[in-house]
C-alpha cells in the first residue's frame, strides 16, 4: 500500500510540473532569425542546411533547437521529419509592408500569450509574482512559470504591444487582412497546397512579390528570379 501511495504521489508530481498550455521557450526575435534564414533560401530547407545558415554549430546546439521549435510556436514554419518550410505568417514577417502586423499576429498565435492578452487588453499587467500566478492557473508548471513570463515579456515587447500595458501598434489591427494575405491558414503541412487555391503556397507567396507595374532594377529582377529558381527547384523533381 505504501508503495502504490508513493507511486501515486510520483504519478502527480510529473503531472503539476508539465505544462497543459502550449508556450515557447524563446522569444520572438529568436523565432524571427529562423524566418529571415529561411526566406534568404528560398522558404524551405532541411536543419542541417538552417543550422549552417544561422551561423549554429550542429543540430544539437540548445540554442538551435529553442529558436527553432520557438518559430513553429509562433506559427512561422511547419516541421515535416527534418523539412522546415516558412508558413504563410512566415513569408509575412519578413516584408516591412506587413512586419508589424504579422509579429503581434505571431505573439498572439501563442496560446498562453493569447490568453493573458484577452485577461489584461488594454489593463495594466500585473506585478511579476501575480501574472506567474495567472500563468500556473492557465497550466504552466510551476517550475517553469519563470520562464513563460519571462518569454512573454519579452516577446510582448519585441511584438510592439508594450511592457507595462498590451495595446496593438499604432496602425496595426487584427481585424484587417495583411498584404498578401497573412491572415490565411498558418499550420499548412510543408508542401501542401491551400484548400481555396490550385497554386502551392511558396509559389504563391513569391509570385505577390512581383511588382503590379513600373520599373524594376535589373538587380532586383535577377534576385527575384534567382530566388524563385531556387524554390521551383526544390518543390518540383525533373523527369530524366
Do not use: C
Request: glycine content about 8%.
Amino acid at each position: 500500500m505504501a508503495t502504490e501511495t508513493k507511486q501515486q504521489d510520483e504519478t502527480d508530481k510529473q503531472r503539476r510540473e508539465r505544462s497543459t498550455i502550449a508556450f515557447p521557450y524563446g522569444d520572438l526575435d529568436g523565432a524571427v532569425e529562423v524566418a529571415k534564414a529561411l526566406n534568404d533560401h528560398g522558404g524551405m530547407g532541411d536543419q542541417a542546411q538552417l543550422v549552417a545558415w544561422m551561423g549554429h554549430k550542429t543540430v544539437d546546439s540548445g540554442t538551435f533547437k529553442v529558436k527553432l521549435y520557438s518559430a513553429r510556436s509562433f506559427g512561422l514554419i511547419t516541421i515535416k521529419e527534418s523539412n522546415i518550410a516558412l508558413t504563410d505568417l512566415g513569408n509575412e514577417i519578413v516584408r516591412p509592408d506587413s512586419e508589424a502586423r504579422s509579429m503581434a499576429l505571431a505573439f498572439l498565435s501563442v496560446p498562453l500569450y493569447r490568453a493573458i492578452y484577452d485577461k489584461y487588453k488594454g489593463r495594466l499587467l500585473p506585478g511579476d509574482a501575480v501574472l506567474e500566478a495567472d500563468m500556473v492557473e492557465l497550466g504552466v508548471a510551476p517550475k517553469q512559470k519563470s520562464r513563460a513570463r519571462q518569454g512573454f515579456q519579452r516577446s510582448a515587447e519585441q511584438a510592439k504591444l508594450g511592457k507595462d500595458r498590451l495595446v496593438m501598434p499604432g496602425g496595426v489591427s487584427l481585424d484587417s487582412k495583411a498584404n498578401g494575405g497573412a491572415s490565411r491558414k498558418m499550420d499548412q503541412q510543408f508542401g501542401s497546397q491551400t484548400s481555396d487555391s490550385e497554386i502551392n503556397p511558396l509559389i504563391a507567396s513569391w509570385i505577390e512579390e512581383l511588382p503590379a507595374s513600373g520599373e524594376w532594377t535589373r538587380d532586383e529582377r535577377d534576385s527575384w528570379i534567382r530566388v524563385f529558381q531556387r524554390v521551383v527547384d526544390k518543390l518540383y523533381k525533373v523527369k530524366e
